[in-house]
């Protein structure tokens, strides 16, 4: 599958079954963990890739690469190619590599990661197949504009919403959502003291939502605390209600507008999402997730 993309405002990606939509987003977000370092291939971590799926009798290995992918006035290509000979092996990175502006940054296959040093000398170094380069180089000297690549990988959300997995109550800070956004609390306890996102998350909801009034976290335990919502009542007294007690589409509204929130004060990035359930909370999005002054845009090739 090989087709450009540019993600400009609001945009939505729809075909019929079996068109490729899901392994888009499962691609992206390959693409995104193992370029942060937060996955490796063949491990038992939450975020690791276990395994690839063969659909369709496919075994082709997959090559996944983002062209032209544009930051701070620099064009980048990245290319990862994984191989997995059979359902029952390990995935291994075999190939990847990145340029900027058309020269390169590094090269890696089986025996190594290769970077072109300043005095024009290459230096080499050995890296677990399971591990992604991007994330393991430190960039610096001739390759200090990776740098780039990596935040902009990192900025990227790959969200698959789930409002009724959604916790009531988190003991940690969690700096990204996952993806059904199952640890919402944890992510805004990590964002609630940036008073810029706090602000503009509060005004935006009180724009389609005309009784809610503020959040609170509660503390309901040993370093647990919950998400709860003051309303307005017509009484004159406000409502507190925990986001446990909220409906699926209420929760789903909370947890978009907070994305938006992220990538408009440039708390966080970018945003992918796609879910069933977002269709109860899209009417009021009408701004979408997407700003045009925080765009993605570059080709997305997958084969």
């Given at each position: ?15 019929p ?6 392994s ?9 963990n ?11 971590g ?29 064009l ?8 997995q ?5 390990k ?8 340029r ?8 890696r ?16 170094f050995?890296l677990?197949?399971?591990?992604a ?6 960039p ?14 990192a ?20 700096r ?5 956004m ?23 909801l009180?724009?389609?939502?005309p ?21 307005a ?24 507008y907070m994305?938006?929130?992220a ?8 945003c ?7 269709s ?7 701004r ?5 002054a925080n765009?993605?845009?570059g080709s997305?090739?997958?084969?």
């Amino acid at each position: 599958m090989g087709f450009n993309a540019e993600f400009d405002s609001f945009a939505v990606l729809c075909g019929p079954n079996g068109a490729g939509k899901s392994s888009l987003f499962d691609a992206l977000r390959l693409l995104r963990n193992l370029g942060t370092g937060d996955a490796l291939l063949g491990g038992t971590g939450e975020q690791d890739v276990h395994g690839l799926s063969f659909r369709g009798g496919m075994k082709r290995p997959p090559r996944n690469s983002l062209n032209e992918l544009s930051a701070d006035g620099h064009l980048f290509d990245y290319l990862v190619h994984i191989e997995q000979k059979a359902d029952f092996e390990k995935p291994r990175i075999i190939s990847e590599k990145a340029r900027c502006d058309g020269s390169p940054l590094f090269e890696r296959d089986l025996d190594g990661v290769r970077v072109q040093r300043a005095d024009g000398n290459q230096a080499s170094f050995p890296l677990d197949w399971r591990q992604a380069a991007l994330a393991a180089i430190q960039p610096r000297g001739s390759i200090a504009k990776l740098t780039l690549l990596q935040a902009e990988i990192a900025k990227l959300f790959i969200l698959r919403p789930n409002p009724r997995a959604m916790e009531p109550e988190s003991k940690a800070e969690a700096r990204y959502p996952d993806l059904s956004m199952v640890n919402l609390t944890s992510w805004y306890r990590s964002l609630f003291n940036d008073q810029a996102w706090a602000n503009a998350l509060s005004e935006s909801l009180r724009s389609v939502w005309p009784d809610f009034l503020s959040f609170n976290l509660a503390p309901v335990g040993l370093n647990a605390k919950a998400l709860q919502l003051r309303f307005a009542h017509e009484s004159g007294e406000s409502v507190l209600l925990f986001s446990g007690q909220l409906s699926d589409g209420e929760r789903m509204l909370i947890a978009l507008y907070m994305v938006r929130a992220a990538i408009e004060t440039g708390a966080r990035g970018r945003c992918l999402s796609t879910s069933r359930t977002t269709s109860l909370a899209c009417r009021s999005f009408s701004r979408g997730c997407f700003q045009c002054a925080n765009c993605w845009t570059g080709s997305i090739n997958l084969c």
